[in-house]
């Protein structure tokens, strides 16, 4: 027996204890470095946003409509002005998204571009509702159709108004500050003898990682489709029709203006609407598979890995009679810690699943033959072997159960204590010796049973 009694017993689980929080100053190091590494590839995905276009939200359309009025405290001063903004009474939309990654060394970034058909009207009923105070004048004859994006650099030459079944030509920028977008605008006409304005709006956008758009209109239906395979929808509501899976996904929202609180119609007077972004849906185009947030996750369960994996050494110290250096411990440790550096280096290269078993594989084999030397048997280096794989194989199936993580994890400490229990159950901790089993018929063995 290495230890004969039980302060060296006492010793020794202190060593080891400590020996496993000193690991927790290496593995807290890779845990920074897999943060560093998914720092560096955010950083490249948005330069190669910046180099297509970022995502793209869109606001809009909106009718603006000036108004002026004779300045009462300055009648020789000019004209007072204030600007209307009218939403739509209906409104459609839909996009035809293609998705393509790109890629910068070995990080990617995922871009589409979007074919887009905006449609709807602008009753007159609406323009008659706006509240004009006396003295104010509207001009309608110098309206203006604008749309916000969420990045102007993505909108593409082909881009067409059809505005009561005339062609307008689109103008940069969105000339009304108070709204605080960017965007295109048109110069229209509104209501010249019409009883509404129709309007279809369609253009090419490029943009990167999510597309949305705003429910400007009393009554919306908003479709986005494409061939991304795993969409993320996004949003203030989910679809109520949707498919995913085959060549792509698509996805509809039907959404009624009492849902959200955006204004149908307010003045420059008024505060902007504070609540633009909360009433977005529209889509994510993300990554399956992000193996920067696996690792992170695998990271930290790396103090579990050690402690069982120490737990199983000492097993064989205390069941087996085999002694273990606590330099030897700190090397198993080590080649553990390893793992987790090995498996974000292997994924950006490989991806996560092949990266995972290759670290798993190669970190076991090591961690077994070295066993195969201290503990003097190839079988109980087989044994090892079985549990460390038993451990990884566990710890990616946590990983795959995101919802379930807590529980699993749970689930596998109470497993590992109730086989300690058992593998110990006829050792006398006092004393550190083996307590035979009762012969058969006996309940149970008393205490001056034991051999001395």
Do not use: C
Not at 17 to 42: D, F, K, N, S, Y
Not at 154 to 161: I, K, Y
Not at 233 to 250: C, H, I, K, R, T
Not at 263 to 288: I, K, T
Request: proline share 7%.
């Amino acid at each position: 027996m290495p230890f004969a009694a039980a302060g060296g017993l006492g010793t020794k689980v202190v060593i080891i204890i400590v020996a496993g929080l000193v690991l927790l100053i290496p593995l807290h190091l890779v845990l920074g470095v897999i943060q560093e590494r998914a720092e560096r590839a955010q950083e490249v995905t948005r330069e190669i946003a910046g180099k297509w276009s970022g995502p793209q939200t869109l606001r809009g359309p909106l009718l603006l409509l000036p108004a002026d009025r004779v300045n009462p405290n300055n009648p020789q001063g000019g004209p007072m002005q204030r600007t209307y903004v009218l939403l739509p009474d209906s409104f459609t939309a839909t996009a035809e998204t293609a998705t393509e990654t790109r890629s910068r060394g070995i990080f990617d970034a995922e871009i589409y571009t979007a074919k887009l058909r905006l449609s709807g009207s602008f009753s007159e009923a609406s323009f008659e509702r706006v509240p004009v105070d006396d003295g104010w004048r509207l001009r309608p004859d110098l309206a203006t159709l604008v749309l916000g994006l969420g990045d102007p650099g993505g909108v593409q030459e082909d881009v067409s108004l059809d505005w009561g079944g005339q062609a307008v030509d689109a103008e940069p920028g969105v000339p009304a500050g108070f709204l605080n977008l960017e965007g295109l605008h048109w110069p229209v006409q509104a209501f010249a003898g019409r009883g509404e304005d129709a309007f279809e709006v369609q253009m090419t956008l490029r943009g990167s990682a999510a597309l949305s758009l705003l429910p400007v209109g009393r009554q919306n239906n908003l479709k986005i489709a494409g061939n991304w395979r795993s969409p993320s929808f996004d949003g203030s509501a989910l679809p109520q029709a949707q498919e995913v899976g085959g060549p792509g996904f698509s996805a509809e929202w039907r959404v009624s203006h009492l849902s959200h609180t955006l204004p149908q119609r307010w003045s420059s007077f008024d505060p902007p609407p504070s609540d633009w972004q909360d009433a977005v849906v529209g889509v994510m185009f993300l990554d399956p598979v992000d193996f920067y947030r696996l690792s992170e996750r695998s990271v930290k369960y790396g103090a579990l890995f050690i402690a069982l994996t120490f737990l199983v050494l000492f097993l064989f110290e205390v069941l087996l009679g085999v002694a273990i250096h606590p330099v030897q411990y700190l090397l198993v440790g080590a080649a553990l810690v390893l793992f987790f550096l090995n498996l974000v280096a292997f994924a950006e290269v490989v991806g996560f699943a092949a990266a995972y078993m290759l670290s798993a594989t190669v970190v076991a084999g090591i961690i077994s033959l070295y066993a195969a030397a201290i503990l003097k048997r190839w079988r109980r280096a087989g044994l090892l072997f079985s549990v460390t794989a038993a451990l990884y194989g566990l710890l990616f199936l946590v990983l795959r159960m995101e919802e379930a993580a807590l529980l699993s994890g749970s689930l596998v400490l109470l497993a590992a204590l109730a086989l300690t229990m058992y593998a110990t159950r006829n050792i006398d901790w006092s004393g550190f010796a083996r307590v035979p089993a009762p012969p058969p018929g006996r309940a149970g063995g008393k205490a001056e049973d034991a051999p001395a």
